[in-house]
């Protein structure tokens, strides 16, 4: 086990109606308050209403960003920190999945960024020196958002999807309340639990052997999503199903996987590459991605590890090592392919002729992956391999 | 998945050598300083120098109370807090394990109480209103103290045991570095893997049938303590068990098992009075007790509990339900007794005659445990039984 320092400092108000909570929590932080969140269907589930009125009842004064889209884009960010300014703003609410937190997480620190805050991109997470407060309200499974400090911003002029991270951006408090997963489609039910299972695949995919209660407790995330996901997509009102997929998809990328070992995330690296180019929905890129990444790097050196995922993931537990990785590996492509997702790179609008630079994209400046490293070439044989 | 309110707020700087950050950490809290600890063994290890010597480094004033014992007692607390009055104390350091954590828990509650500090174990948790800021510095692996707002106080002249809990009382930062327990002794170590092994327990075994992400996570920290105890019993000074088990004492009652679920608490509940009555170590009075708790509860109604128990944490595959349940006790047991610890109540001194006393003190206003309620006649037979 590597040092760490651990601070998971997000306070989760997790069940129904906790959404009362909110002026509340609100308090510490001042009157003004930007809501940010994605389309209509906030509205349509009658959430917007109750939020609105809830703000209003409390005296604190609320403006708004909407319109923030899957992929959240840079020009959003840029937007929801001009009406920060302008109206100064004392707290962000972010109000949707994973893309409008990773936008108000952008908007907070961009706040007090003086140049356009797509540098703060490039010029990596310590320039992120200050960030307005954010609390959410999460409505779609999935990204883990809701408890950590990451945000991942898309910049469709530059055709890249970038991510930053900050402690300072981790939300003050995120109301999990499973009812408003009820209305959500069956296909963005489906990327949810792939992007869950993936988050989870790349902290236990590691080069670090010695990491033994963190890889029991991965375990015990994927088997929840193997349990739940498929009861989630044939009743999306079943509470426990929907409970037991928010509170997992927290959990799997809060940090608590990932401290005191190294982790992999080439897979990640890839699939952003590739929705930055094509628009592609995150968790259906990694469904994808994920099976081809795990046959390419498997071999006799990381056998051990696939292993390890075949008997206690999947329960093989016959047939020699190299059998039992690849039965892990069908498992997790059927499973996907069961949650209804595409298989192939080509069904989601993908040619042949954007791989090599796409693949040129992502090793742009160095090797990505840690359980494996991979090259371009390497790179370049995953995508095609997912064509 | 019951409804919850989550808030982990302790920062764990993990690993070798992270004392050094101590003075940093304080910082926020003040200059003086109260240093709480045991007998001799942080001075053996070179601790005590090493914390003193960082405190006055960086002008830190520090006093001490030391001599606080395992099973700590309220007159410690009374001299702590007179201390923490007369010295005009901004922060308490806890150097020890759950004793002395506990012990400067109460002394941080009972500073701002005006009365006696053991009217707050008979108030209750809201009697707290505030409480000095705490850090801690753990050297035996087992108590949770590190990460949580509980505290456990014992009263000789009542010869009780109470235990309090505000989440006032979480350590603000806990430093944990494993090499603080390569002297501890086998005795101490063993009882602290039962400690954390029994922690896991009361959480497991709960009324609450749907918590299927939180019974994982219990499993996987009860295959740490299976895997790791036996290694750091054997080679103290094996860096990688010491971690492992370190860190799974933190996560086991830190919030993570018992969030969205009852859990149970009887085993504590009579272990709490036989070790106030006897002086019992913690962790050996847990382990004498809980298979008799195991086999007392086990009836066709919970049974069901007891199966996944023995499938998933012993690997008992064959067998009727029934013998899954018999055998999984059986290995608890078992795996205690390899620890070295004494099987019987006799052995630690425990008379017949006082039992029914002791009974009567546990059950004294309502029935314990939640996963099997147990009244009086319950808990004698589960004493006599241990006898």
């Known amino acids: 086990m590597f040092d760490f320092n651990y601070m998971v400092s997000t306070k989760v108000l997790f069940g129904r109606n906790k959404i009362q909570m909110l002026p509340e929590e609100l308090k510490p932080y001042g009157k003004r308050i930007l809501v940010v969140y994605g389309k209509r269907s906030i509205k349509k589930i009658g959430l917007y209403d109750l939020i609105t009125t809830l703000l209003a009842r409390n005296s604190l004064v609320y403006y708004e960003l909407s319109g923030v889209q899957p992929n959240p884009r840079i020009n959003s960010v840029r937007q929801g920190i001009k009406i920060c300014r302008e109206y100064h703003i004392d707290c962000i609410v972010a109000v949707g999945g994973g893309s409008v937190i990773d936008c108000a997480k952008t908007i907070a620190a961009g706040f007090y960024y003086e140049s356009d805050p797509w540098d703060l991109f490039h010029l990596g997470d310590s320039a992120i020196k200050n960030a307005l407060p954010i609390g959410t309200i999460l409505t779609v499974t999935g990204s883990?958002?809701?408890?950590?400090?990451?945000?991942?911003i898309s910049n469709m002029e530059t055709e890249q999807k970038l991510a930053i991270h900050n402690d300072l951006l981790r939300p003050r408090f995120s109301i999990l309340d499973p009812t408003y997963t009820?209305?959500?489609?069956?296909?963005?039910?489906?990327?949810?639990?792939?992007?869950?299972?993936?988050?989870?695949?790349?902290?236990?995919?590691?080069p670090t052997r010695e990491a033994f209660v963190q890889n029991r407790i991965a375990e015990s995330l994927l088997l929840t999503c193997i349990k739940y996901g498929p009861i989630a997509l044939k009743e999306p009102t079943n509470y426990e199903a929907q409970a037991q997929l928010m509170w997992t998809s927290s959990l799997a990328?809060?940090?608590?996987?990932?401290?005191?070992?190294?982790?992999d995330w080439a897979t990640h690296g890839i699939?952003?590459?590739v929705s930055a180019a094509y628009d592609v929905i995150h968790g259906v890129g990694l469904a994808i991605l994920t099976p081809h990444w795990m046959n390419y790097v498997l071999n006799e050196e990381t056998n051990y590890k696939f292993v390890e995922y075949g008997k206690n993931v999947w329960n093989i537990q016959e047939g020699n090592d190299y059998t039992v990785a690849k039965k892990g590996i069908e498992k997790t492509q059927r499973f996907f392919k069961n949650l209804g997702i595409p298989t192939t790179l080509r069904e989601v609008g993908v040619t042949e002729k954007k791989l090599n630079d796409l693949a040129e994209k992502i090793v742009m400046h160095k090797e990505i992956g840690k359980f494996k490293k991979l090259g371009k070439k390497d790179v370049l044989m995953i995508l095609k391999n997912a064509l």
Chains 1, 2 share one sequence.
Do not use: P, R, W
């Not at 990328?253 to 982790?263: P, Q, R, S, V």
């Open 144 to 152: 883990g958002s809701e408890m950590n400090g990451n945000a991942v």
């Open 271 to 273: 699939e952003h590459a």
């Open 253 to 263: 990328l809060n940090g608590l996987l990932g401290y005191g070992k190294i982790t």
């Open 182 to 206: 009820f209305t959500v489609s069956t296909h963005q039910i489906a990327a949810g639990i792939v992007d869950i299972f993936s988050h989870v695949l790349e902290q236990y995919f590691s």
